[in-house]
């Protein structure tokens, strides 16, 4: 299998955050994250106001999922570019981690993705990227199964070693748990039953092309595909609310008994019924 010399690549530096792409922007969080210790939890909310309201969830998905596949991706790049992409040329290396999570795990067509994180790289005006980029990512398609069927081969946990040793020790059905974990999370709606009957929204939600299932839960709701809050018909309004399933469970079974005059609030359970 060919690999590619990483050695010829420079970084131009000083290129200010507003002038990149989504792409271009993951690949720079993705460097925080991993060359500084940095949260994404900490850095996603500093450049909001440099990314398209529709294309937050965009970055959101390739940050985090890069982050949760990582030593996945990880192995793909080693079998694919000769020497580790170290110092200024660290930036490539998460340039190619975005376009492989794109690949095999988003619902985007191959040759987008490829052309997104290609087109990245002038974004981050460091064009003597582009070859690098495109050369990789277009080879791992076409060798695509013999890579990963390698890969595989050794079942990963995608975990801290300390967390799977702890699993191990208190739980014989570990690697379900560790399976089931690394599932991407659901959207789950909570709907306010005060402004809308659960199929009245369920049908608003159609309108707009947006398909959701129903649950045992009687206010509960579930995105096909994850989209961005903004897009959801009356949000503005509190007609619904992002809240997972086991936290509108919490709420309806525990049943919390307020005083008339109490300070404190439970905010879904207020949703669901008056509390005073």
């Known amino acids: 299998?060919?690999?590619?010399?990483?050695?010829?690549?420079?970084?131009?530096?000083?290129?200010?955050?507003?002038?990149?792409?989504?792409?271009?922007?993951?690949?720079?969080?993705?460097?925080?994250?991993?060359?500084?210790?940095?949260?994404?939890?900490?850095?996603?909310?500093?450049?909001?106001?440099?990314?398209?309201?529709?294309?937050?969830?965009?970055?959101?998905?390739?940050?985090?999922?890069?982050?949760?596949?990582?030593?996945?991706?990880?192995?793909?790049?080693?079998?694919?570019?000769?020497?580790?992409?170290?110092?200024?040329?660290?930036?490539?290396?998460?340039?190619?981690?975005?376009?492989?999570?794109?690949?095999?795990?988003?619902?985007?067509?191959?040759?987008?993705?490829?052309?997104?994180?290609?087109?990245?790289?002038?974004?981050?005006?460091?064009?003597?990227?582009?070859?690098?980029?495109?050369?990789?990512l277009r080879r791992f398609l076409r060798e695509q199964d013999e890579i990963l069927a390698i890969i595989d081969k050794?079942?990963?946990?995608?975990?801290?070693?300390?967390?799977?040793?702890?699993?191990?020790?208190?739980?014989?059905?570990?690697?379900?748990?560790?399976?089931?974990n690394n599932q991407k999370p659901p959207m789950w709606l909570r709907v306010n039953s005060q402004k809308n009957a659960l199929e009245t929204y369920r049908a608003l939600l159609e309108e707009q092309g947006i398909s959701a299932k129903t649950s045992h839960h009687p206010n509960a709701l579930c995105l096909d595909i994850p989209i961005a809050v903004q897009k959801l018909p009356h949000f503005e309004e509190g007609a619904v609310t992002v809240q997972d399933l086991s936290a509108q469970w919490a709420a309806t079974l525990l049943e919390p008994k307020m005083r008339s005059g109490s300070s404190m609030l439970v905010r879904h359970q207020a949703v669901r019924r008056p509390i005073f």
């Open 154 to 180: 050794n079942w990963q946990t995608l975990h801290p070693e300390w967390f799977v040793k702890k699993l191990k020790k208190a739980y014989p059905n570990w690697r379900e748990i560790i399976e089931a």
């Open 1 to 136: 299998m060919k690999k590619f010399s990483s050695k010829t690549i420079k970084v131009k530096n000083s290129v200010k955050m507003t002038a990149l792409s989504t792409r271009a922007i993951a690949a720079n969080l993705i460097l925080q994250v991993l060359d500084e210790g940095k949260s994404l939890s900490a850095l996603i909310p500093e450049v909001q106001l440099s990314v398209k309201a529709q294309d937050l969830p965009l970055l959101q998905e390739i940050c985090f999922g890069v982050c949760r596949v990582l030593p996945r991706l990880e192995q793909i790049i080693k079998r694919l570019v000769d020497k580790p992409l170290k110092g200024k040329t660290r930036i490539v290396h998460c340039l190619l981690l975005v376009g492989l999570y794109q690949l095999l795990y988003m619902r985007v067509p191959a040759h987008a993705a490829v052309d997104e994180v290609v087109n990245a790289t002038k974004s981050l005006k460091s064009d003597s990227f582009r070859g690098l980029v495109n050369a990789v």
